[in-house]
């Protein structure tokens, strides 16, 4: 059951996680909406006031322990303590991205492309720690209240965690390590209740990945016809594709045994082996 719950959600202000809030609070939870991007937050909280429930924003960066913990702080007096924890922080990023799927030698001497060997581990290293370190931190500081009482985290990985996807080296890296994490939280935190998931969205057009799912006219870019090409439903993924296992995941009653779990949403991408 929801109803009466405390959810936390990271990266509330994005355009999965704010239909994740959204849901939830048209269920009954009081959502926590947390974002670095406080006017997104913000927009998220007041859209579910709007319809009668419960929010409170607030400003979090989730590569900040003591910024998070001074928030579960005000969380724990605004709403209660935390019940449901979401970790929707992430995303990929340009500088952590080569331009071509593939090497090519003449690279190398083309100062207008980005190979392998230009990637910077500062780069790398940020984009791990925004995925990973993002997810560890929320959760180390939120699961503490849960330690006594029980709870449910639901992580985001990526279909890339499967099988990497080109380009994005570290972000697939990143989000492998976040399924591996699932796992081991799960049992983990199995005497004591908590319950450890994550979804795998497929393809979403979403703010992050637009520009590279559509060219300027609209029209879908040819990485969008390869994705589609191996995608059994033909379409990409919409939104509310993802709520219905969000609520399956929160809800204990529906999912009381189920931790550990990695779930694909993915229009059976997964699925297919291509022929």
């Not at 340009?94 to 090519?104: G, L, M, Q, R, W």
């Not at 180390?140 to 080109?166: C, E, H, W």
């Not at 219905?244 to 993915?266: N, Q």
Request: charge should be neutral.
């Amino acid at each position: 059951m929801i109803k009466g719950k405390v959810a936390v959600i990271t990266g509330g202000g994005g355009v999965l996680c704010s239909a994740f809030a959204k849901e939830l609070a048209s269920k009954g939870a009081k959502v926590a909406v947390l974002d670095l991007r406080i006017e997104a937050a913000k927009a998220v909280s007041d859209s579910i006031r709007k319809e009668g429930g419960v929010s409170f924003y607030y400003k979090a960066d989730v590569l900040d322990k003591a910024n998070i913990e001074a928030v579960r702080e005000k969380i724990n007096k605004d709403l209660g303590m935390c019940d449901i924890l979401i970790n929707g922080a992430g995303g990929n990023s340009p500088k952590a991205t080569t331009t071509y799927e593939t090497f090519d030698t003449a690279h190398l001497h083309d100062k207008d492309i980005t190979t392998f060997f230009d990637l910077d581990p500062k780069n790398i290293n940020n984009l791990f720690q925004l995925n990973f370190t993002g997810t560890f931190i929320p959760t180390q500081v939120f699961a503490k209240d849960m330690a006594t009482r029980g709870g449910t985290i639901l992580n985001i990985s990526s279909m890339s965690a499967y099988s990497p996807m080109t380009k994005v080296m570290a972000y697939s890296a990143a989000k492998a390590a976040i399924s591996n994490f699932t796992m081991w939280l799960a049992v983990h935190f199995a005497p004591s209740n908590i319950r450890v998931n994550a979804m795998t969205p497929g393809f979403f057009d979403t703010n992050q990945n637009h520009a590279l799912l559509f060219n300027s006219d609209n029209t879908p870019t040819q990485r969008t016809k390869k994705i589609l090409s191996q995608t059994p439903l033909n379409r990409l993924g919409e939104v509310k594709d993802l709520l219905g296992t969000l609520i399956y995941l929160c809800d204990d009653e529906m999912s009381g045994f189920v931790t550990g779990a990695v779930i694909p949403v993915d229009g059976g991408f997964l699925a297919y082996s291509g022929v």
